[in-house]
């Protein structure tokens, strides 16, 4: 059983850029989190997606947004990227079991130059 | 004040050590108390989790929720050089909302 994977692993853009991650959720999960975790800092949470629509957001601007397609995956959008987005990028997945059971994919480094 | 606050460390310890990591949160609304581990370059992994206050035990883990003071504690025995990673503290609400981590502490068990 395939665990929470994203893509890609690694990626470099520059300021001004706009960059997509994608994510897939462990089989049976439904609904997707995002987080941004900067350099020795926990995980922020950015939004979570149900059944296609963002459920829950957290303290991010606008230019981060979201999609879920039927079949679960999301995609993390960030617009006009500034130095400050660098981070690691994870995804969690969680089931109709458990809200509070997130598994976690390897998660994305998103370098802004 | 921050809604979760952990003494990030590094924190060293001798293999075999009893090793305590701590938490404290400012929300009355969380009810489920995560522990996650991450390992360098690595996704958290879930731990353990709690609801209520009290200890829960899993094999050489301990989880210790105190509501009354809003403080979390996670005890690790005979601890490991695997151990080695950082530990995140995530409270969270009754229907999985609030999803607030810690910072995390960074652990080093020492061969």
């Known amino acids: 059983d395939a665990g929470v994977t994203q893509s890609p692993t690694h990626l470099i853009k520059t300021r001004g850029q706009q960059v997509t991650l994608r994510c897939s959720p462990k089989?049976?999960?439904?609904?997707v989190s995002w987080y941004q975790q900067a350099l020795g800092q926990g995980p922020q949470f950015i939004f979570q997606?149900?059944?296609?629509?963002?459920?829950q957001r957290g303290n991010f601007p606008d230019r981060f947004s979201g999609h879920q397609f039927p079949n679960y995956s999301s995609e993390l959008n960030v617009n006009a990227l500034l130095l400050g987005d660098s981070a690691l990028y994870l995804c969690?997945?969680?089931?109709?079991?458990?809200?509070?059971?997130?598994?976690f994919g390897p998660g994305t480094r998103l370098t802004v130059l | 004040q921050k809604e979760v606050e952990q003494d990030p460390g590094p924190l060293s310890v001798p293999e075999g050590a009893i090793v305590s990591l701590n938490c404290t949160y400012s929300?009355?609304?969380?009810?489920?108390f995560m522990w996650y581990r991450q390992y360098s370059r690595k996704g958290p992994e879930l731990l353990m989790y709690?609801?209520?206050?009290g200890n829960k035990e899993d094999g050489r883990f301990t989880a210790q929720v105190d509501k009354s003071s809003k403080y979390i504690s996670l005890f690790i025995r005979d601890s490991q050089p695997s151990d080695s990673a950082t530990y995140l503290c995530?409270?969270?609400?009754?229907?999985?909302?609030?999803?607030?981590f810690g910072p995390g502490t960074r652990l080093s068990v020492l061969p």
């Open positions: 969690a997945s969680s089931g109709p079991e458990g809200l509070n059971e997130q598994f």
């Open positions: 089989s049976g999960h439904d609904t």
């Open positions: 997606y149900y059944e296609e629509e963002e459920r």
């Open positions: 929300n009355s609304a969380f009810q489920y």
């Open positions: 709690t609801y209520s206050s």
């Open positions: 995530a409270p969270i609400g009754p229907y999985g909302q609030n999803f607030v």
